[in-house]
């Protein structure tokens, strides 16, 4: 939690509250259902929450604004963003549905009353978005062809509607069909930890 605050002071005493509730929920339900890698959750905070939380460093999501987390698996990014951004609507998809069970749970227990979570395939969803966010689910160039038909032409953000993927390691070749309209950040550059050496966050905005 001593992350959440050094790199986020100004968060409100609700959202220190619910970032707080975090390790106790995934606790217990890593305890029932494999999640987080037991290494993963003693390191909860960093891995899953801080990392989630690199989007938050790349752009400040409008009151009203609609985002779409696409395998969300435990939540990630899209409970901590629904955290950060009480007045943005989180809508979490994931095709497994023990885990859907899990994230609604915890969306129960915070009170997040902007989030909502379904077990959902992201070809399915003929809905539009501002952005669509996930944590590296599969090679971008696929993932991208599930959702660019989700992403609303309407952009009012400071930058354009899009997709934040955050993955690691050298993207070249996969972003080679995308030519000019992505750009990477070093994750690093909010946050200066080991854990974050090769992760970035890629903003798509080809559509």
């Keep these: 939690m001593k ?10 005493s609700i959202q220190k509250e619910q970032f707080q509730k975090l390790e106790a929920l995934y606790t217990y339900w890593n305890e029932r259902i494999n999640l987080i890698s037991r290494k993963d959750i003693d390191e909860l905070y960093v891995r899953h929450v801080l990392h ?14 609609t985002v779409m987390d696409v395998g969300t698996g435990g939540g990630f990014p899209g409970i901590p963003l629904s955290i950060m951004f009480p007045e943005t609507n989180f809508y979490l998809i994931d095709s497994i549905g023990k885990k859907i069970k899990v994230v609604n749970d915890i969306i129960e227990k915070l009170q997040l009353t902007n989030c909502k979570a379904e077990q959902q ?5 003929k ?18 062809a599930w959702v660019r038909n989700n992403i609303s032409k309407e952009s009012n ?22 030519e000019n309209w992505y750009t990477i ?15 970035k966050v890629v903003h798509v905005f080809k559509t």
Excluded: M, W
């Design 52 to 65: 989630s939380l690199s989007i938050a460093k790349c752009i400040n999501f409008n009151p009203g604004a």
């Design 121 to 125: 395939r992201a070809e399915k969803i």
């Design 185 to 199: 950040r070093n994750i690093t550059d909010f946050f200066n930890l080991e854990f974050f050496e090769t992760k």
């Design 127 to 144: 809905d539009k978005f501002d952005f669509i966010v996930s944590r590296a689910v599969t090679q971008f160039p696929r993932f991208y």
């Design 157 to 178: 953000h400071t930058i354009p509607n899009g997709v934040l993927y955050l993955k690691g390691g050298d993207l070249k070749d996969e972003l080679a069909d995308f």
């Design 3 to 12: 992350e959440i605050l050094r790199f986020f002071p100004d968060i409100t």
